[in-house]
């Protein structure tokens, strides 16, 4: 279940697709302090941008829902897999091979915020 914080920034970023148009895969995760462990991004959602970057993604729609359906399923084509990490105000946008990159040379445990900052490919201020 999404938290209260998280939902709220779900919201957020949505607008801010829609007013961007950026097209891509997206894993949001929200900082607390000024770093975040790189087991946040679970292993199966790295790797699923990663898929859905290089093959593109097909959903389907459950049946089991009670909402009417607007279609039965959807297909997006190839299109980059984003990470993005909340640091209060702020967020960044990075490639999830970036994030892959980072993860598995890094001494750390953890990004940093400066860190996130240098391999971010956008920077957004709320």
Known sequence: ???KNEAKFQTIFNQYLRKKRMVGFFE???????????SAVKEHQLSGL????NNGFI???SDED????PFDCMYAGQAPGYVVIKFGKVF??????VFEEERDLSTRK????????ELSTCEVTL
């Open 59 to 61: 959903w389907k729609l």
């Open 110 to 117: 953890s990004l940093t915020r400066q860190r996130a900052k």
């Open 28 to 38: 949001l995760k929200e900082a607390h302090g000024n770093s975040i462990p790189f």
């Open 50 to 53: 990663i898929a859905a970057s």
């Open 92 to 97: 960044y946008i990075m490639t999830a091979q």
């Open 66 to 69: 009670q909402r009417e359906k």
């Open 1 to 3: 279940m999404m938290r």
